[in-house]
């Protein structure tokens, strides 16, 4: 099981988790849904309390990746299979992201 944290301009939304190799899971955190000022994250991510699951990576978080050439090149400077799209969002994800969203893994303490 792996998970990243989900973050809105620097702050905690979320948490993606795949849980194996066809299981998904995004939850926002308890402070984000408290807080009436705090916008979803996408327009497929209602604030809500349930758990968000799916069989694939989420298209929102899967639209954050490379594409093309460009992605072939990340997964071999970075050594990640061109198949591991969970592996791949969370190596680009914290930089390498375009808008407010961005995606880092739990062991990491940047934000």
Same mark, same amino acid.
Request: glycine letters at 6%; one cysteine or more; proline letters at 5%.
């Given at each position: 099981?792996?998970?990243?944290?989900?973050?809105?301009?620097?702050?905690?939304?979320?948490?993606?988790?795949?849980?194996?190799?066809?299981?998904?899971?995004?939850?926002?955190?308890?402070?984000?849904?408290?807080?009436?000022?705090?916008?979803?994250?996408?327009?497929?991510?209602? *604030?809500?309390?349930?758990?968000?699951?799916?069989?694939? !990576?989420?298209?929102?978080?899967?639209?954050?990746?490379?594409?093309?050439?460009?992605? *072939? !090149?990340?997964?071999?400077?970075?050594?990640?299979?061109?198949?591991?799209?969970?592996?791949?969002?969370?190596?680009?994800?914290?930089?390498?992201?375009?808008?407010?969203?961005?995606?880092?893994?739990?062991?990491?303490?940047?934000?």
């Amino acid at each position: 099981m792996r998970s990243a944290r989900v973050l809105w301009n620097g702050q905690l939304a979320g948490t993606l988790t795949r849980i194996g190799p066809s299981r998904y899971e995004f939850e926002y955190a308890d402070a984000w849904l408290a807080d009436r000022t705090k916008p979803a994250i996408s327009l497929t991510f209602p *604030k809500s309390k349930k758990k968000y699951q799916a069989d694939h !990576l989420f298209p929102f978080f899967f639209n954050m990746l490379s594409e093309g050439v460009n992605r *072939k !090149l990340q997964c071999r400077l970075l050594r990640i299979d061109e198949k591991d799209h969970f592996g791949l969002l969370l190596a680009t994800g914290s930089n390498d992201s375009i808008g407010a969203v961005r995606v880092v893994p739990q062991n990491r303490e940047d934000e």
